[in-house]
């Protein structure tokens, strides 16, 4: 294959329109946080509701996870990010003309549906679309959009904060959501799937659409052939074990604890010093800022040494850290420097590995046939672990104290290394065909 074929611009255009589904994700997971103050405010909101409010996304999105993969299989991978962006647009309007609670519970359980289908059809698509030797980071940067939608979700939180008007908060997410729209009538279907429905002649155009020389769309005929698509192949033994470790790895970059530490950082940051509220939110937002580097930092590394190396970095780190985090909290209540230096390292170890590489590598390890639904099982199982933590972290605090509570999902960690070491296998510079000769041996 050509060099000057390996990555091309429009390659570079429809990735970029693919992965803005993750920037909506990211977007508004962030946004609900500086929006709830307000949104309590004005409708006297008790403790339960608000939970509610922040909890029907999550219900949402692992309902979306679990159907995203079947309209992705059935739909196409282009029709169904048309779905998710008028699932949004639909959603944004319900949001910002909600005149009671009951309006804006179901505008955020439309926007978890359609975050939820969209964070197994981005990666999926950008997989299918990448050549071998830039796949993850071309799958990654659905994880980079992701955290600069709440980057970004931070700053207009933050910027707009003193006029109080939650619903602007939710109209400007429709910014990039009409981008993505205009985009995807300029981005082919995925040659994969187009192949896997028996449609050869529409797939070379696709991929000559992505300006693929002859020998590269050979290459790319030959690699992923079409697999039975009837979900009991999810039992063939190959897939079975495909299945354990997207599962594995999906439940993992949850249970390690990166939400419930994001949901700390403003009271760390408090504890540490930030005596009002606004400091420690704008102290947060540099979290989101190294969350963002790093992302960057693991799309340089990730087709460079290896998605396994990068896992097993990461988890190091983040079992460092969350020992010195928890150590922090038990030896001083008010956790001082040290925890805040924890928390950047544990948020910079997160990102460079454990933040992208699950979302990557179940776009890789599943045969054709069945790769969208199997995608869909491996993220449901991730919103469902993100759902359980949520709920179960202030609970875990007041049963075990906040130290022990990062020392429990330092051990995760420990045993998150032990599974990687044993049972992730390495993608990288690998055609789709060689990971599936992988698991059938």
């Not at 946080?33 to 219900?59: D, K, W």
């Not at 519970?105 to 698509?125: E, K, Q």
């Not at 039975?228 to 599962?247: T, Y």
Request: some cysteine.
């Amino acid at each position: 294959m050509s060099a000057k074929y390996s990555l091309s611009l429009d390659i570079v255009f429809v990735s970029i329109v693919a992965a803005l589904s993750g920037f909506l994700f990211g977007y508004h997971i962030g946004i609900f946080t500086g929006a709830l103050i307000f949104i309590a405010e004005q409708f006297q909101l008790t403790s339960f509701e608000q939970g509610m409010l922040v909890s029907i996304i999550l219900v949402g999105g692992l309902v979306g996870a679990l159907f995203g993969g079947l309209l992705s299989d059935y739909l196409g991978r282009k029709r169904t990010l048309f779905l998710t962006v008028l699932l949004i647009l639909i959603a944004t309007f319900f949001l910002y003309d909600a005149k009671d609670y009951r309006i804006i519970m179901f505008g955020r359980l439309i926007t978890g549906l359609a975050i939820g289908i969209g964070s197994v059809t981005a990666p999926l698509y950008l997989a299918e679309i990448a050549p071998k030797a830039h796949r993850g980071s071309l799958v990654s940067l659905n994880q980079l959009m992701i955290v600069t939608g709440i980057l970004v979700s931070f700053w207009v939180s933050y910027m707009l904060a003193a006029d109080g008007d939650w619903r602007i908060l939710f109209t400007i997410g429709l910014i990039p959501a009409a981008l993505q729209l205009i985009g995807l009538f300029f981005i082919p279907e995925s040659p994969d799937w187009l192949m896997g429905q028996g449609r050869k002649a529409d797939a070379e155009k696709s991929l000559r659409r992505l300006e693929m020389d002859a020998s590269f769309l050979e290459t790319k005929r030959k690699q992923d052939l079409p697999t039975k698509k009837r979900l009991a192949a999810l039992l063939d033994p190959s897939v079975r074990s495909a299945l354990i470790v997207g599962i594995g790895i999906s439940v993992l970059q949850q249970i390690t604890g990166i939400n419930t530490v994001f949901f700390y950082a403003p009271h760390i940051f408090k504890l540490a010093g930030f005596t009002s509220a606004k400091a420690a939110i704008y102290a947060t937002t540099w979290v989101g800022i190294i969350n963002v580097f790093m992302t960057v930092v693991g799309l340089w590394l990730i087709d460079r040494i290896g998605r396994r190396p990068l896992l097993l970095i990461s988890l190091s780190g983040m079992a460092l850290s969350l020992a010195l985090l928890g150590s922090a909290f038990i030896f001083s209540a008010h956790g001082g420097a040290l925890a805040i230096v924890s928390l950047m390292v544990y948020i910079a170890s997160f990102a460079v590995g454990m933040g992208m590489i699950p979302w990557l590598m179940i776009s890789e390890i599943f045969p054709l046939g069945i790769r969208g639904r199997a995608m869909g099982i491996s993220i449901f199982s991730n919103w469902t672990a993100n759902y359980l933590i949520a709920l179960t972290f202030l609970p875990l605090i007041h049963a075990l104290g906040i130290g022990q509570t990062y020392w429990l999902f330092m051990i995760i960690c420990m045993a998150g290394i032990w599974f990687s070491w044993k049972k992730v296998p390495e993608t990288r510079g690998k055609t789709f065909e060689e990971i599936q000769k992988f698991w059938h041996k």
